[in-house]
């Protein structure tokens, strides 16, 4: 839906159409629910930065994923499964990029009522890289793709990046891709 | 995975983040981000859509080659429907009941609980 600015061409977007706030809204939502502790996103005004060294076409590179391993027991987690916490994983863990392994999104906040985690291509790219590879756009796949582990300490992050980084170096890859879900 | 990208990046290898979540990520602040405006859980691209995750990766991957500094964010110029009303309902306030609140919060006690208790196993 759009507004056009009267005696003009110009043709605005509604004032909600921009990216939606979600520190605010999270914020706000459990504060009405009761909770008196807001939670505090990480911040940091200094940001590395290290320059791609390699032609992508020779490049070797890594995924990184939130998505958890499918746990037969933990109960719903397939499309629109409701939010579920057993899902979750506290461990990196890493799988094959030779093949797409059964990986959900069901123990994290998507949008379940806009969007369903039905096709994993939505929030793993391993097919799409796979076919970047195939097209010489890409050099190589590192030979698995990681897991990283969403919980809400901050330490315990600290302790995951720390291996994550680890196991990249142990691949050899140039560059990495990281797709929260 | 911003701090997880922040950590990789600061050892000498390059990342890029894909992501639906614009606040959070510049917050935190990462070397490179390729920012699709949809619903969350649709950060490499549209569900069945090859064409959209194609260009999703494409862009992510651009973006990895060409950001010229830190803090680099590209906005996908993908639509997820031409109406933007999805985005007022995310934690939509003003349809909560105090019943529902109530409901809500023992729901979040509960999953949290569950959250703890394997947390603490693991």
Redesign the interface.
Same mark, same amino acid.
């Given at each position: 839906?759009t507004t056009t600015v009267p005696g003009t061409k110009a043709v605005f977007?509604?004032d909600?159409?921009? +990216?939606?706030?979600?520190?605010?809204?999270?914020r706000?939502?459990y504060v009405? %629910?009761?909770y008196d502790n807001p939670y505090r996103? #990480?911040?940091?005004?200094? !940001? +590395?930065?290290?320059?791609?060294r390699t032609p992508?076409s020779l490049a070797r590179v890594g995924l990184?994923t939130?998505a958890a391993p499918y746990q037969p027991g933990a109960g719903d987690q397939g499309p629109r499964a409701p939010?579920n916490?057993?899902a979750?994983?506290?461990?990196v863990y890493s799988v094959t990029t030779d093949s797409v392994a059964d990986l959900r999104?069901s123990h994290v906040?998507?949008?379940r %009522?806009?969007?369903? #985690?039905?096709?994993i291509?939505?929030?793993? +790219?391993l097919t799409?890289?796979r076919?970047?590879v195939a097209a010489g756009?890409?050099g190589a796949l590192a030979p698995r793709l990681h897991g990283?582990p969403t919980?809400r300490s901050?330490r315990a992050?600290?302790t995951? #990046?720390?291996e %994550?980084?680890h196991r990249?170096?142990k691949d050899g !890859?140039? #560059? !990495? !891709? %990281?797709? +929260?879900? | 995975?911003?701090?997880?990208?922040?950590?990789?990046?600061?050892?000498? =290898?390059?990342?890029? =983040?894909?992501?639906c @979540?614009?606040? =959070?990520?510049e917050?935190?602040?990462? $070397?490179r981000f390729l920012?699709s405006?949809?619903?969350?859980?649709?950060?490499?691209?549209? $569900?069945?859509d090859?064409e959209s995750?194609?260009q999703?990766?494409?862009l992510?991957?651009r973006v990895?080659?060409g950001?010229p @500094? *830190?803090?680099t964010t590209v906005q996908s110029p993908q639509r997820?429907s031409a109406?933007?009303?999805?985005?007022?309902?995310?934690?939509d306030?003003s349809k909560?009941t105090p019943e529902k609140?109530a409901e809500?919060?023992k729901e979040?006690d509960v999953?949290?609980s569950? *959250?703890r208790a394997?947390?603490e196993a693991?």
């Open positions: 839906m977007a509604e909600y159409d921009v +990216p939606i706030s979600y520190m605010e809204r999270t706000d939502y009405a %629910l009761g996103w #990480a911040s940091f005004t200094e !940001v +590395p930065f290290a320059p791609l992508l990184i939130t939010y916490a057993a979750k994983f506290y461990q999104i906040g998507y949008d %009522l806009h969007t369903s #985690a039905a096709d291509n939505t929030y793993l +790219p799409r890289l076919e970047a756009r890409i990283s919980n901050h992050t600290e995951g #990046a720390a %994550l980084l990249c170096r !890859v140039d #560059a !990495v !891709v %990281l797709v +929260p879900s | 995975m911003s701090l997880v990208a922040r950590h990789i990046e600061a050892e000498g =290898i390059p990342t890029v =983040i894909m992501g @979540a614009k606040d =959070i990520v917050h935190c602040g990462v $070397p920012f405006d949809f619903p969350l859980g649709n950060s490499a691209g549209r $569900p069945f090859v995750q194609t999703t990766l494409e992510a991957l990895l080659e950001a @500094a *830190a803090r997820w109406d933007a009303s999805w985005k007022r309902d995310y934690n306030l909560l609140i809500r919060r979040f999953v949290k569950i *959250a394997k947390r693991t």
